[in-house]
């Protein structure tokens, strides 16, 4: 049912903590399985995600698409990481069964909101 990819990342998965003054954080949760993601990020100031970590509290595919999309955009800009949809995340892990692509929506819905959290307090710390 699910790759070699995705029982490597729900078994090892990468990246799990918090960051100490995280730039951005993000979380999401599925209203229908009523599972939540939690991520935050470091940028730098060349836009970078120099760092990224993540808490899952969900089913094998929510946690393997959290910890693929960590390694997918740590040490990206945030604009490569704006770029980063389900359909990518799933891709890289060699697939989702088609009942599971809902599950990878967590992991590119929570990195957009960490993004967006850092981009408004940037803005908020400009004005
Ligand atoms: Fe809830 Fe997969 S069943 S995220």
């Known amino acids: 049912m699910y790759s070699q990819k995705v029982m490597d990342h729900f078994m090892n998965p990468r990246n799990v903590g918090k960051i100490d003054l995280a730039s951005g954080v993000g979380e999401v949760g599925n209203p229908v399985c009523g599972d939540i993601m939690h991520i935050e990020i470091k940028v730098n100031d060349d836009d970078i995600i120099e760092d990224i970590k993540f808490n899952t509290f969900g089913c094998a595919a ?7 999309v960590t390694e997918m955009v740590k040490g990206k800009t945030l604009a490569e990481a704006e ?45």
């Open 62 to 68: 929510a946690i393997a698409t959290s910890s693929m």
């Open 83 to 127: 770029r980063i949809t389900n359909r990518t995340v799933a891709e890289a892990l060699d697939g989702l069964p088609e009942v599971k692509m809902h599950c990878s929506n967590l992991a590119a819905d929570a990195l957009h909101e960490a993004i967006k959290d850092y981009m408004d307090k940037r803005q908020a710390a400009s004005v």
